[in-house]
């Protein structure tokens, strides 16, 4: 997976956006399958983002004499727990409080309905179109889809949604 610094153009807002390659957030993008959270334009595109180049392994780093003393322990009382990393922050600062609520509600719910779907991998439509048409029995499933599939089976009157997280194949995962 690749994240990207994302912004809108009309409102300026910055966002983070995980895709499975640049071609995959081109495809999204030109489907009209971004969108800005906070101003819901679909005109979005990558943000200028700075490299992320590791450190060498003999490198050892200071860290910054404010955060050192930020960290020390006061006399009598316990050194301060350094705060857990959240998941849903953006690149620019963290999202309102509003919208991290419902973001881990949409991934919970995501979660739980992918417990009851099969995955189908590529064959989505294919499957999708069959389960339609009656040639196999009917059930929840979930795979990969190209915009112009997506497209096709939605003309056809087969009802598809993208789902809102990336889903890993279940034979990739760790």
Known sequence: MIVFDLVCRDGGHCFEGWFRSSDDFARQQQGGLLCCPECGTDAVIKAPMAPSVPRKGNQVVAAAPQARA????????????????????????????????????????????????????????????????????????????????????????????????????????N
Do not use: C
Request: no cysteine; charged share 25%; aromatic share 4%.
């Open 70 to 173: 930020h960290f020390q322990e006061q006399p009598g009382q316990p050194a301060p727990k350094p705060a857990e990393p959240d998941r849903l922050t953006m690149s620019r600062g963290k999202l309102p409080p509003e919208a991290m609520q419902m973001m881990r509600a949409l991934a919970h719910m995501q979660a739980e309905a992918l417990k009851t779907s099969r995955w189908v991998g590529d064959s989505f439509a294919e499957n999708a179109r069959a389960m339609h048409y009656g040639e196999r029995e009917v059930e929840i499933i979930h795979g990969q889809a190209t915009i112009e599939q997506a497209q096709e089976l939605a003309e056809e009157g087969i009802e598809v949604a993208p789902l809102p997280f990336p889903v890993m194949n279940p034979g990739e995962a």
